[in-house]
């Protein structure tokens, strides 16, 4: 009697079938999970330590393994026997009686040192940079990273970095496109990197607001009426303006400026006009992840701010001012929102990046050609403004 065929056909096609919905539900937890810059971040920190922590284990077993022998062992010094030493003889004289007697000699005092007729000079003190603070902090519930640039800091330095470096950013006349957070990261080699300002979702990619960075334009338009400007000018002096309400800043005038916005903080009180500066993207004038930069009253540190939680434009104005921001400002943010340190990602970005700000410091110097643009920039050097 032949045997019942099974029906091997169906429970492959059942098998199949329940690994591929269970693929798809579990790719649409994942999608949900890292859409939270939050948990990106949580993640790429457990990778870098499980990472840091194989690294250090693989370290340790191979500096025991090429640990070197010792060649041979020490006899104990308890061990060796003191051989006595032999009795001196005397000694008769063999100086011939012809020859006189040596007489002996004194041994010459030295002179004391005389001192220099010439002065010493003291070499000027070499004033050391320090590195570039992130921390992390939580005010009123929210959590943020905060990054702090010295800028009398004669290691910090402070420039802006566009996608697939080009030298000039995406505009009407130019387009070169958006790049991955972390190749930017990659080849800036700074200490910080963050996003920037906005740009449009076409493909042109254009970038919202006039730029300045190593005193040299990046974008321009006269008609530029739009966001508020942040600039630094010669002798480090930071300046905040929106242009609808104080007029145009004098771009040509500014070592590094970005123009995003909107304004949160204004002489010390909290101002708050999007639709008069010109937004109005339900993205930007409702509650989402955001970063804004600002500054203290010394006008000595910028504050690069990077929230951890979606935020309305009152909520992140409040915590600028707690931190101690007089003048602030919001910029790009939502999936936009990104921030790399030393190197390493702690906010990855949810979307390619047009524009970033670029920060170097003592430990990641930066190019010699930026430190020289900024000296010719103090001795009056100013940016052309392009025709």
Known sequence: MPDRKQPNG??????????????????????????????????????RQLWEKAIALWESQNRVAQKPLPSSTP??????????????TPQTSTIPESLPTPTPQTRATPKPPQPSSKPKVKSPAVVKGKPVQVTQKTVAGVSFYQTTIDLSDPETFI?????????????????????????????QKAAVVANG???????????????????????????ENYGTTLGIKAGNQLEMITARTEGQPNWDQHWFSITCGPRLIKQGKISISPQLEGFADPHVLGVGYRTAIGFPANRKQLFLISFLASLSLQQEANIMKAIGCIEAMNLDGGASEALAHNGRILLPAGRN??????????NYPAPSALKTSWQRFQAGDRPSIPL
């Open 197 to 223: 300002t906005f740009f449009d979702k076409s493909n042109k990619k254009w970038v919202m607001g006039n730029m300045v960075a190593a005193g040299r334009f990046l974008k321009y338009s006269r008609w």
């Open 75 to 88: 006899t104990p010094i308890s061990s060796v026997s003191p051989q006595p030493l032999p009795s001196p």
């Open 159 to 187: 420039t802006l970095g566009l996608a697939n470096n080009a030298t000039y950013a995406n505009g009407p006349t130019v387009s070169n496109g958006d790049e991955p957070f972390a190749k930017l990261v990659a080849r």
């Open 353 to 362: 990046l047009t524009n970033v700000i670029v920060v170097y410091d003592t």
């Open 10 to 47: 169906c429970r492959k096609m059942l098998r199949r079938t329940f690994l591929f919905l269970v693929g798809l539900a579990l790719a649409q937890i994942l999608t949900e999970f890292f859409s939270i810059p939050q948990n990106r971040s949580n993640f790429a920190n457990l990778v």
